[in-house]
């Protein structure tokens, strides 16, 4: 009995439930106002600020390249040079062909004196009839064929002292020439090849400055719009009234020279949305070339009493952005906001907080809308 009484007792005996797990901990900052200074950033593709194709003005065999590809040439430079044989025949020819109508012109004249002299003797004798009219009416006519003469043998010279001038012309284009000063590029075709017009020898480009395009949404074209003063000049880069550009480079380097903006394209691309906007930057040593890509960074605006939030307390879900807020009593609220530009590692946020609230931007995982929460200061924060 008393076995029983014992076993009774243990068996009944209650064990105590585990209690409530503690309040997940987690990091906060206070939502902070003040003005910030609103940067754009856009993906920008490097051009050259005048690109020149260079392409022959006449054909023939290409027998010579006179300068060492992707180097610095000057205005002028003799890039390729073209058979000149045939057209230096051609000049001989024409030059000929002037000598020629020299002497035409030169009998002509002759002719026309001694026409001349017969007129003026056989005019008095005609008068005294002398001699037939018809011979007077013969030498005159004479003269006047011979002063026609002179005039055909004068456009002959013309002609061919035109022909010369085009000769002349056609045998200088045999030196294929820069026009512009710039780094040229690989040669496209090679010695031996017959060239004509529509051949693309190469190109140069003028790389200092050098432009860079990159398209800005609309509504951010018209917050900077009126700051953009279109250069007239190539002093622009040293227009302190330009809005400033700077150019991080795909190696993430920011580069040392600041760009300004040069102009805008003419109309708002209707598909995206997008308008062009071209900058320049100097480049001295030519170390920027076309075809690089970087992102272009500028101040398009000023935002009065903004409030600003950690980017990584923002939380993006089915196209809604939305923030944990610990409330007095530590609790949860989930609430959805509107976000505006970023500022450095910040994020405006247009509505949805106010001034001071705590926003968590550690431990996002482990809460959710009304929850208790134990917060702490986000060590990332040194201002929360």
């Not at 009944?12 to 906060?28: M, N």
């Not at 013309?158 to 690989?186: K, M, Y």
């Not at 227009?239 to 040392?256: F, M, R």
């Amino acid at each position: 009995m008393g076995s029983l009484t014992l076993l009774a007792a243990c068996g009944g005996k209650s064990q105590s439930a585990p209690g409530p797990p503690p309040p997940p901990l987690v990091e906060v900052v206070t939502v902070t106002q003040k003005d910030v200074s609103v940067y754009g950033e856009w993906v920008a593709t490097l051009d050259g600020y005048v690109n020149a194709t260079i392409q022959p003005q006449v054909s023939g065999y290409l027998i010579k390249q006179d300068y060492r590809e992707g180097s610095f040439v000057h205005k002028g430079d003799v890039l390729f040079e073209i058979d000149p044989r045939p057209f230096q025949a051609v000049l001989d020819q024409a030059k000929g062909q002037v000598a020629q109508a020299q002497g035409q012109l030169a009998q002509a004249q002759a002719q026309l004196g001694l026409a001349r002299i017969n007129v003026k003797r056989d005019t008095p004798l005609a008068q005294a009839r002398a001699i037939a009219q018809s011979q007077l009416d013969n030498d005159t006519q004479t003269e006047a064929q011979n002063e026609a003469l002179i005039k055909t043998a004068e456009a002959s010279i013309q002609a061919a002292q035109a022909a010369v001038e085009a000769a002349e012309l056609n045998l200088g284009f045999t030196q294929v020439r820069s026009l512009i000063d710039g780094v040229a590029g690989i040669a496209t075709t090679q010695i031996g090849n017959l060239v004509g017009q529509s051949t693309v020898l190469t190109a140069v480009s003028k790389v200092d400055p050098i432009k860079v395009y990159f398209p800005i949404s609309e509504q951010e074209y018209m917050r900077v719009a009126g700051k953009i003063k279109l250069a007239r000049s190539d002093d622009f880069l040293r227009q302190s009234d330009q809005v400033p550009l700077q150019l991080t480079l795909a190696s993430g380097d920011i580069y040392p020279h600041s760009g300004r903006i040069i102009f805008t394209d003419r109309e708002v691309d209707q598909q995206t949305g997008t308008i062009r906007v071209v900058g320049a930057f100097a480049n001295p040593g030519n170390i920027l070339r076309p075809g690089q890509f970087g992102r272009v960074r500028a101040l398009t605006g000023l935002r009065k009493a903004a409030l600003l939030v950690p980017q990584r307390s923002v939380t993006e879900l089915q196209g809604r952005n939305e923030v944990a807020v610990v409330l007095a009593n530590n609790k949860v609220s989930i609430r959805q906001v509107k976000v505006g530009e970023r500022s450095g590692e910040m994020w405006v946020i247009e509505s949805g907080l106010n001034p001071g609230e705590r926003v968590i931007t550690e431990g996002l995982a482990k809460v959710q809308d009304g929850a208790t929460v134990n917060p702490e200061p986000d060590k990332m924060s040194p201002a929360s």
